[in-house]
């Protein structure tokens, strides 16, 4: 594992340390590597989107396409749909 050594002014380090105590992390470490993490899952996603937004439709989405998508739900939960 790599070190990496930052500087925060004082008002963002006591943030940081108040996130540690308040939200369970033991150390400001352990916190700053959630953030990056889920900075990494927000750019995944946006990529993600940007992909879906740029491709051309692959259905209509009427209500039998989404009629369609609760039926394959409730056979793989074992429900059937309410009267």
Known sequence: MGTMNISLPDTLKAFVDEQVSQR???TSSEYVRELIRKD????QLRSL???GA????????DGNYF?????KVRKAAGTTPKA
């Open 40 to 43: 990494q899952d927000r750019l």
């Open 67 to 71: 009629e369609g998508l609760r039926d």
């Open 54 to 61: 740029e491709s051309p439709p692959a259905a209509v989405a």
């Open 24 to 26: 369970g992390y033991g």
């Open 49 to 51: 989107l940007i992909s």
